[in-house]
């Protein structure tokens, strides 16, 4: 008990945070009853319990927890400060409630986080809910789902944001959990209610069942909106309007108001945007323009896929639409033209309004387009323009669909019509105004006559839409000339239409028509409340019509009395007779009898009858035309008495106001009229008649036909008064309608009419239209004669400052047309009357606009592009009005905004100002890509400048209104640059702006976040700007939503704003009223006329302003402001420029050594990066601080482009002048430059480029030369820029390339661009590829550093990229390097694959084709200009080669051979005629016609003179040898019958011994051929899938036959020159490793025959040629990278083979060429490189080969060195003295064993210390730690080649476990190597095996053969190979290494060591050859086999011990082999 005492002292707050459960749970209850107590929520108790409430809700005992829930709530609902709270209190209550299993806990947890959500909480409480559904327990999520259904469901979509919820959902129904999933579906139901079909696209994603199970409940949601149920504290009126709405179910007064709630969500805002440009495929740009077409339509799929994604991520798609419209317009394939409409419509899709841009770009190219007929295509390309229509506006696009509907083409026509019909169903009464509608209505007009069905109908669905969209009312005026037939056609269409909207096709006189259609922003709606008065209320303000758009009053009298009849009489024409009959029924009998009576009384008579029979005729029963057409009967309108004239014009007139009179009936009566205009007697009673056919058939139809009437004929006074009666009806029927065009014209007739009385009436008529017109009228004729001008003008003057009189009369239809005005009033906010600008004539000036013109503009030089500036100025003040089409000159425009040169920016900005007055209202297609740089101008540092821009702004507004400006982000993305200039200019410009405009669009909300980050600018004019903008935005976007997005920034900032947000609240000005009442007020002013009808100039100034005098007064603000503006910072601009008129940089002497200096020391950081990081920009800051100008380095180092480019501007006119200072900091110049080629932005890049130019061209006229240096930091990075996909970039990378060799030497280039090649960029390497080869072209080899090969190796790679642009500049550079050193070029590139030498030949082939006569003096060049160097060898070019003799350049390379003569030119193959022209030497007949019979029967020609052919041959030579280079050249054909038949011909020959001898002298051609065959079968046959392959199969019997019968005869055999032996070799090889023989029948065999003919060859071969040619065949096998391994293992085997051959053909072999290959060999693979390989077999192979040589020679071996140059430097003599010593020393010590004492002493005591030596080396290594393991391995095989050493003395002083360590090395690595023999490793060949091979025995004098053939025997049981396998089989029987699973895998290669291939061929031919090798393999095997399976031995100790052995291996290998 004393221990609750103690607490229950403790007051509450304490309690509630006592560490014993019952204190705290006391503490709640107390908290609990004290907040039920307070009553004012800002009560400071408040406060001590803001820390507490989360431990409230976590408490860790459940009974306390409980209570403290309850505690918590009462707090949350009563304490002001309770929001501090949420986050904390939300996330306890997730973690620690939910996961509760009392319901009460969970009841009230979820009732907490509604309670913040009431309180204002919502987004916080939200992201806690979003988080918790990441939590590992399941129960907390199906909480958190279950707190975000309800909350959702109480307080609605509009508080609840769906967007992060729909994003997390779909993972709820992934959950393993039922009861989540469960409730994941019931929050999917909740949210379906209130966004409908939204939700389904974010949930396509979910499993199947779960979807159809969503889709079944989905059904059964009722369809009634949702409503809200639960309210915000700050919605409390809403909430009282709900409980009144309960409280009343019945009543639906709030219906409305409550639809208003509903949010309607758009699926789009819920999905997530996705960057398709950055996974574009890279070389996309490159494969569009592809001539195949499948590459194209890889590409063009990509992309689809792409473009498939809903919603896509804003960038520049310029590049890409551009592609694409390409495709769409040129492409002939139209499959591709599908494709890529499918991307268009995709993009216009995904982007949306972000895609308007771009939509005027490809919309008239899709029109054009519709001219195909295919349906997939015409599908494709609707739905791309329809997608496209969607992300703009009609009146954007309306000048390409006017462009197309008069088209000769149907199709087009067909399409834009129905593209037109589906455009109007998307449009409402807002967006469809009169002036958008007119002239679409006018094209479709023409195409409902057109001859082709099709087309007519089109036109009619448009015509019908168009009616069912804005109402019958509304489009009848443009109908008027149509028939009743075809009036009816588009009625029924438009019956037939269904619009998307429910209620949207509310006709024009409906009563609500703007209300009920669905605004497509919120500010419509907002607007909606004048429309919905009633028809009467409208009508009883006269006024309000007309104001409404700030248009002349049309005929409001007029409406008010005629207001209900809407329609136009639409008569057809009735003939006499018809006419008769309808007029006797409702005329007197007399009457029609006496109507062409002779007499004047009667006829009187009868029109005093037909009078009075009109006036009290019903209306309806009324036929006008039949009476009209009495009227006119004979005498009719001849009538000569005054008075029945007089009488028969006032029954016109009668008939024409009473009756339904059409425009038939006028038409019969209106000549008569004019002609008894001018009449003195009658002319009053013909101006009545006009004036009733003005009412009932519309003025501007009665005025066109008047004027045309009138000057159709000759009399003055006729048109004078015409003229004067038309004056006054415009007065009485006020201007609207009147065709302004067509009146002008006539006007000007008038004009120029010799009766004064005539230009009089016409000028008066032009002062009567100057009231409604205003200035643009005089526009009109400004071209007339000056005397004329000035009574023009006289007029106008009299005009000034009048109104136009209210209409007192006015058409039926003047009532409905008034009514259909409603709906236009949103289009022009501050624009002028668009009626009146449309009616000028505009002139098309696009033709003008040529490219010349445009890149003048364009051009580098600054005076150029003034000159482009004024021709275009030019342009347009010549053509006055101007269309909207003006081709790409806004483009060329928007280039000059940002133009260095500010005098340009100026006069861009004047021309623009100029180009707003003469397009007028057009200019709004040209806000997005002309209107907004304009608005980035205001950024510019130069006052007048901003000034300049400012005024445009306006000019343009004017022209466009201010809606289409704030559409999209282009404002908001302005705002977001960080240029205090901008900011503050163009805040203050919407200052100014939005005060005068009643509704924006929703995107100015995006200028929100910009607006209060400008709030918070460092600059204060900026945060001025800003807190005046403010509640002129607050203004339209209303506190909440404002409040609402302040409410996202940082807590910082969101206090300092929200204040602002207060203030601003008290000063927000009222939005303008309603035009309606605007008139009013206005209207009251001037009186009852000016009410009427005020002038379209007030209108538009004042009409939509809430203020008459606002435009004065704001117009005189801006005004002022821009003179202050222009003052003071003018000043303070020329101040800068005075500071800047000195030097731009500082020479500083020796700077830029000491710099250089620094970094080497590297005192300073080296220029050297990937990406510049802000040290390296600092320290370049640091190092410029000294030499450059203080306000350069600002310029330079500003965050703004525009800076930049300014500055450079600046260095560019210093250049000249500043030429030494600017070389002196040239170094940091060059570091700055590289800093901008990581910029993005292609302006600055541009102007760098153009800099470099203007440098390097200045450095190398002065003769300067780059520093390693300056060049290390600086070109490099040029490289990078060669990789840019901008052709104009690269360009200048080029240039500037060209020029810096001149500064700095091409070889020191070359290898920077070497590393250029090795990019990822595919174009960087091309270019740097291409760059290469200009420098060799120019420079010759020298250039190629470090050496030629090692570049040209490296180049050649790229021969095999992927990339077609890389692989030609690689073949294009190898061909450049051949122009100058010719066949070299073969052995400079080392190794390539067959198909890519066979490119590269082809190359040079084509090369040689295009500049033969050029070839020989290039050839020549380079020899004269080249100074001699190490390189010099490589320019030997013989003029007369042919470039594709390869094989011959290989072996006139090696040394002559004198036993070979050289074949002469004619006898030699045409390998060109080989390779390209198949055709001609297959089709040859006469192949089969040599009988080679007769040449060989008579004369066998002598031997020497078949051996020394001279090059004169005399005819009968010349016969037979040319029929034998026929007969070869066929081998080589590509056709395979061709080629057997000679092969079987050349076969016939090789097989009879006594003949063959006429094929010598031809070996070497006959040898090309053949594998000049085996190139073409395997790179082209092969692969063609469409060659049986048992043809090829045939093709290879037969080159393997005749292979074995030539290499039969050992006489022809060593005729083979080196070179053909060396691609022999490579062919057989490249055969016997082709995986695809495998796939042939009897492939095997096939590989196996290839194996014996190797054999074969190596046997019988001249053995100096066969062992040089494997030689270099193998260092050409490892210097090619890409090469197969098993290639340079196969030709190692060959080469061990022929070291078994040497002791038997050492004297015939040339020792000083061998020694010269090994000696190249060497030098290309020192000894280091070649243990640097993968495989140390390469190096064994080499060593063997030389100490064979050295033991078979001895010492005499080094006489043989003759041929090499430079002996001492060679690494291969050093090695040759090495073994020869080394073999004496061994002798020595054998022969002293004999007899001990014979040898000297000195020899014995030089062993002695050489041995010491050795082992002390041996010793340390094995005390080294790295090299222990090495170490042990020499001590062991020195033990073995001497195991009588003592070691002792170097183990005496070691540790016992130094010793015992040793020892134990030494027995593991015996074992290891006994053990090896049957265990396989990965070690090629041991060390011991070869490399001790000479020097293992001691029985030196005993080395023959078998001691080879036993060292091989014991390699291959080490390899694990079997020995019985051995022998003449095969290369592989020299005992190569192989790889047990490369075997598996591949068994030809498997074959060569088989124990019994098979030796038969399938032909005949190879059977007798292969027969001969049977016995000899036998023989070998048999000699093996004792030995096949026997363990290996390891050495014994004692090398003796084995001697015996060896012996009689020896003898019984040679009995054998005897």
Same mark, same amino acid.
């Given at each position: ?449 057109? +001859?082709? !069905? &099709?087309?007519? #109908?089109? /036109? ?5 839409? =168009? ?5 019958? *009312? $509304? ?114 009998? +007399?009457? !029609? &009898?006496?109507? #062409?009576? /002779? ?5 009187? =008579? ?5 009078? *009075? $029979? ?117 007065? &009485? ?137 004024? &021709? ?1147």
């Amino acid at each position: 008990m004393g221990d609750d005492s103690e607490w229950m002292k403790l007051p509450v707050d304490q309690k509630c945070e006592h560490k014993v459960w019952k204190a705290r749970l006391s503490g709640y209850e107390e908290a609990l009853k004290l907040f039920q107590r307070i009553e004012d929520e800002k009560s400071p108790e408040w406060g001590k319990y803001l820390g507490l409430i989360k431990k409230f809700v976590t408490d860790s005992n459940v009974v306390a927890q409980l209570k403290g829930l309850e505690t918590a709530l009462a707090f949350v609902m009563n304490a002001h400060i309770a929001g501090k709270t949420t986050g904390e209190v939300t996330s306890g209550v997730i973690t620690k409630v939910f996961n509760q299993p009392k319901a009460r806990a969970k009841e009230l947890g979820l009732e907490i986080c509604l309670m913040y959500i009431e309180i204002e909480k919502a987004e916080v409480v939200q992201d806690e809910l979003l988080k918790g559904l990441e939590n590992k327990n399941p129960k907390v999520v199906v909480a958190c789902l279950e707190a975000l259904r309800k909350a959702l469901s109480e307080f609605g979509s509009k508080i609840v944001t769906l967007k992060p919820v729909v994003k997390v959902l779909p993972k709820q129904f992934e959950s393993r959990e039922k009861a989540v999933r469960d409730e994941a579906k019931l929050l999917a139901i909740e949210i379906f209610r209130w966004i409908r079909d939204a939700l389904r696209p974010p949930l396509q994603g979910i499993n199947s069942v779960q979807l159809k199970d969503l889709e079944e409940e989905w059904v059964k949601v009722p369809t009634a909106a949702p409503k809200q149920t639960r309210f915000l504290r700050s919605q409390q009126d809403l909430k009282a309007k709900f409980e009144q709405h309960q409280a009343n179910k019945g009543d639906e007064v709030d219906g409305e108001e409550e639809e208003d709630t509903v949010v309607v969500v758009d699926p789009y805002e819920l999905l997530e945007a996705v960057d398709i440009l950055a996974k574009l495929p890279k070389d996309f740009y490159e494969k569009i323009e592809a001539k195949k077409w499948q590459e194209r339509k890889e590409t063009l799929e990509a992309v689809e896929t792409l473009a498939k994604n809903p919603k896509l991520e804003a960038g520049d798609y310029g590049d890409l639409v551009r592609a694409l419209k390409k495709v769409v317009g040129k492409d002939a394939n139209v499959m591709l033209v599908t494709l890529a409409a499918k991307c268009l419509a995709g993009l216009a899709s995904g982007l949306r309004k972000k895609f308007g841009t771009y939509a005027t770009l490809v919309v008239s190219t899709i029109l054009e387009k519709f001219k195909e007929k295919k349906p997939q295509v015409v599908q494709a390309l609707q739905e791309a323009i329809d997608a496209i229509f969607l992300t703009t506006t009609l009146q954007n696009l309306s000048e390409d669909i006017l462009g197309v509907m008069d088209n000769k083409n149907p199709s087009i026509k067909q399409q834009a019509s129905l593209f037109l019909a589906r455009a109007f169903r998307h449009c409402t009464q807002a967006t469809l105004s009169k002036s958008v509608l007119k002239p679409f209505c006018a094209a479709l007009l023409k195409q409902v006559n057109d +001859s082709a !069905l &099709e087309v007519r #109908d089109a /036109a009619f669905e448009a015509l019908g839409t =168009a009616m069912k969209v804005i109402g019958e *009312k $509304a489009v009848n005026p443009f109908l008027a000339d149509l028939d009743k037939l075809k009036l009816d056609k588009i009625k029924e269409c438009a019956d037939k239409v269904e619009l998307p909207g429910a209620k949207r096709g509310a006709s024009g006189g409906d009563k609500k028509p703007a209300a009920k259609a669905p605004p497509p922003s919120e500010a419509p709606s907002k607007s909606s409340g004048p429309p919905k008065k009633t028809p009467a209320a409208a009508a009883s303000k006269p006024s309000a019509g007309p104001s409404k758009k700030g248009k002349p009053a049309t005929a409001s009298g007029a409406k008010a009395k005629k207001g209900v009849e809407a329609k136009e009489i639409i008569e057809t024409e009735l003939a006499i007779e018809v006419c008769e009959q309808r007029a006797a029924l409702v005329l007197p009998a +007399s009457c !029609l &009898e006496h109507l #062409d009576s /002779a007499n004047w009384k009667e006829r009187l =008579a009868s029109m005093e009858e037909f009078q *009075k $029979a009109v006036e009290t005729m019903d209306k309806i029963e009324m036929p006008c035309q039949a009476l009209v057409r009495m009227l006119a009967k004979k005498p009719g309108w001849k009538e000569t008495n005054f008075q029945v004239m007089q009488m028969k014009l006032r029954v016109v007139a009668i008939i024409a106001q009473r009756g339904q009179f059409s425009k038939t009936s006028a038409s019969v009566v209106l000549e008569c009229l004019v002609d008894k205009v001018g009449d003195v007697k009658c002319g009053g009673n013909a101006k009545e008649g006009l004036t009733a056919i003005g009412e009932s058939c519309s003025l501007p139809w009665t005025a066109e036909q008047l004027v045309s009437l009138a000057f159709s004929q000759k009399n003055p006074k006729n048109q004078s008064e015409s003229l004067n009666w038309l004056a006054n009806a415009m007065k &009485e029927f006020g201007f609207a309608g009147i065709n302004v065009k067509a009146f002008i014209n006539n006007v000007k007739i008038a004009l120029g009419a010799t009766n004064p009385a005539v230009r009089i009436s016409a000028i008066a008529l032009l002062g009567v239209m100057y009231l409604y017109m205003g200035a643009p009228l005089r526009m009109f004729f400004e071209d007339e004669k000056p005397a004329l001008l000035s009574q023009i003008d006289a007029e106008f003057e009299k005009m000034q400052g009048q109104s136009p009189p209210a209409a007192i009369r006015g058409t039926r239809k003047s009532g409905p047309e008034a009514d259909g005005d409603d709906g236009d009033e949103p289009e022009e906010d501050a624009a002028g009357p668009p009626d009146i600008m449309d009616l000028l004539p505009r002139t098309d000036i696009s033709d003008k606009i040529n490219c010349d013109l445009v890149s003048k503009i364009g051009d580098k030089n600054w005076k150029i592009r003034k000159e482009g500036l004024d &021709e275009a100025a030019a342009i347009i003040s010549d053509a006055k009005f101007i269309t909207a089409n003006i081709g790409d000159l806004s483009l060329a425009l928007k280039g000059r905004l940002n133009d260095s040169n500010k005098i340009l920016v100026l006069q861009t900005l004047t021309m623009l100002q100029q180009l707003a007055t003469a397009m007028g209202p057009g200019l709004k297609q040209h806000i997005k890509p002309l209107g907004i740089p304009i608005i980035t101008v205001l950024g510019d540092s130069k006052a007048n400048v901003r000034a300049a821009a400012l005024a445009t702004l306006q000019a343009w507004v004017e022209q466009t209104g201010m809606k289409d400006w704030l559409e999209g982000d282009d404002m908001s993305e302005e705002l977001k640059r960080e240029n205090p200039f901008l900011r503050q200019e163009l805040l203050g410009w919407l200052a100014e702006k939005l005060p005068n405009m009643r509704t924006v669009p929703g995107d100015l909300m995006q200028c929100v976040p910009q607006l209060f980050a400008c709030l918070e600018d460092r600059n204060g004019d900026v945060r001025k700007k800003a807190q005046d903008a403010l509640p002129m935005f607050m203004m339209h976007l209303g506190f909440d939503k404002m409040t609402k997005a302040a409410g996202k920034l940082k807590p910082a900032s969101k206090d300092q704003v929200s204040g602002m947000l207060e203030k601003a609240r008290a000063v927000m000005p009222a939005k303008p009223a309603a035009p309606s009442k605007a008139g009013d007020g206005a209207g009251k002013a001037p009186g009852s006329k000016a009410a009427a009808g005020p002038r379209p100039q007030a209108s538009g100034d004042d009409a939509t302003d809430s203020k008459p005098e606002g435009k004065k007064i704001r117009g005189g603000g801006a005004a002022a402001k821009r003179g202050t503006l222009g003052k003071k910072p003018a000043a303070k601009g020329m101040k800068e420029e005075e500071d800047r008129s000195g030097p731009i940089f500082t020479l500083i002497p020796n700077a830029k050594e000491q710099r250089s200096k620094e970094e080497k020391q590297l005192k300073i950081l080296k220029w050297n990066f990937t990406t510049p990081r802000d040290e390296y920009l600092d320290q370049l800051k640091a190092q410029m601080s000294t030499c450059f100008a203080k306000w350069l380095q600002d310029e330079i180092f500003h965050f703004d482009f525009q800076r930049h480019v300014k500055a450079i501007g600046v260095m560019m006119e210093r250049l000249e002048s500043e030429s030494e200072a600017t070389i002196g900091c040239l170094d940091l110049i060059l570091k700055w430059f590289t800093l901008r080629f990581f910029d993005t932005n292609t302006t600055v890049l541009m102007k760098v480029l153009e800099y470099l130019k203007l440098l390097f061209a200045m450095l190398s006229a002065q003769g300067f030369h780059l520093s390693e240096y300056e060049a290390s930091s600086f070109v490099p990075y040029l490289i990078l820029k060669m990789g840019e996909s901008k052709d104009g970039v690269r360009k200048d990378v080029r240039t500037i390339l060209t020029l810096l060799c001149k500064v700095y030497p091409a070889a020191k280039v070359f290898p920077l661009l070497m590393d250029g090649t090795k990019s990822k960029n595919s174009k960087q390497r091309s270019e740097c590829l291409e760059e290469l080869g200009l420098l060799i072209e120019g420079n010759g080899l020298t250039v190629c550093q470090p050496t030629p090969a090692k570049c040209l190796k490296e180049i050649a790679v790229h021969i095999g990229d992927r990339d077609t642009s890389v692989r030609n500049a690689a073949l294009n550079t190898v061909v450049a390097v051949y122009n100058v050193c010719g066949e070299q070029v073969y052995k400079l590139i080392g190794n390539l694959s067959e198909k890519e030498m066979s490119m590269l030949e082809e190359r040079i082939k084509r090369s040689a084709k295009k500049t033969p006569a050029a070839a020989p003096a290039k050839q020549s060049a380079p020899e004269r200009t080249q100074p001699p160097n190490s390189t010099a060898t490589f320019l030997r070019k013989p003029a007369q080669e042919d470039p594709n003799k390869l094989n011959q350049a290989r072996q006139n390379a090696q040394h002559n051979e004198p036993s070979h003569p050289s074949i002469p030119r004619e006898f030699q193959l045409d390998l060109d005629m080989i390779e390209t022209d198949q055709g001609r030497v297959g089709d040859l007949p006469d192949l089969v016609q040599h009988q080679l019979e007769e040449l060989l029967e008579p004369i066998v020609m002598p031997e020497p003179k078949m051996r020394s052919v001279s090059p004169h041959y005399d005819e009968l030579h010349n016969s037979t040898a040319s029929t034998i280079n026929f007969v070869i050249s066929q081998v080589a054909s590509g056709d395979i019958n061709t080629s057997i038949q000679a092969l079987a011909q050349i076969d016939e020959v090789l097989r009879q011994e006594d003949k063959a001898e006429v094929m010598s002298g031809h070996i070497d051609q006959f040898l090309i051929a053949t594998f000049m065959q085996l190139r073409l079968t395997y790179n082209t046959h092969m692969a063609d899938e469409r060659l049986d392959k048992k043809d090829i199969f045939k093709l290879y019997s037969c080159i393997i036959g005749n292979m074995l019968s030539l290499f039969f005869m050992e006489s022809l055999a060593r005729e083979a020159s080196m070179g053909v032996l060396k691609d022999l070799m490579h062919g057989l090889i490249t055969l016997m490793l082709d995986g695809r023989v495998e796939d042939i029948e009897d492939g095997q065999q096939l590989i196996r025959s290839v194996n014996l003919l190797m054999v074969r060859v190596l046997e019988r071969s001249d053995q100096t040629n066969i062992l040089s040619a494997l030689l270099v065949l193998l260092q050409d096998s490892l210097i090619t990278t890409g090469g197969s391994p098993m290639f340079s293992e196969l030709v190692m085997k060959c080469l061990w083979r022929m070291i078994r051959y040497l002791p038997e053909s050492i004297n015939s072999i040339n020792l000083d060429r061998i020694l010269l290959d090994v000696h190249n060999f060497m030098k290309v693979f020192p000894k280091d490189k070649l243990k640097q390989l993968k495989s140390d077999v390469p190096h064994r192979t080499l060593k063997t080969l030389l100490h064979t040589l050295c033991k078979l020679t001895g010492v005499k071996i080094l006489d043989h060195l003759s041929m090499i140059e430079n002996r001492n430097e060679s690494e291969l003599e050093a090695h040759l003295r090495r073994v020869v010593k080394h073999s004496g020393n061994l002798s020595g010590i054998k022969s002293d064993r004999g007899n001990e004492k014979s040898g000297p002493r000195t020899e014995d005591r030089m062993s002695k210390a050489k041995v010491s030596d050795i082992l002390s080396e041996i010793f340390k290594k094995i005390g080294s730690k790295e090299n222990t393991k090495e170490g042990l391995t020499e001590l062991y095989e020195y033990k073995q080649q001497y195991s009588d050493a003592d070691l002792e003395p170097f183990l005496r002083n070691t540790s016992q476990f130094f010793q015992s360590y040793v020892e134990r090395g030494l027995r593991m690595i015996e074992s290891e190597r006994e053990g090896k023999g049957r265990i396989q490793t990965t070690a090629v060949i041991p060390q011991h095996g070869v490399d001790s091979g000479p020097l293992g025995g001691n029985n030196g004098e005993d080395l023959k053969p078998a001691m080879y053939y036993e060292r091989l025997k014991i390699l291959r049981q080490r390899k694990g190979l079997e020995n019985h396998t051995k022998g003449l089989g095969g290369v592989g029987g020299v005992g190569g290494p192989e790889d047990e699973q490369q075997q598996q895998q591949r068994l030809p290669i498997s074959s060569l060591l088989s124990p019994k291939p098979p030796v038969a061929s399938s032909t005949d031919m190879l059977q007798s050859k292969l027969s001969q090798l049977k016995e000899s393999r036998e023989l070998y095997q048999q000699e093996l086999s004792p030995h096949g399976h026997s363990p290996p031995r390891g050495r014994s100790a004692s090398p003796s011990a084995n001697l015996d052995d060896l012996k009689k291996r020896l003898e019984r290998i040679k009995s054998n082999r005897q």
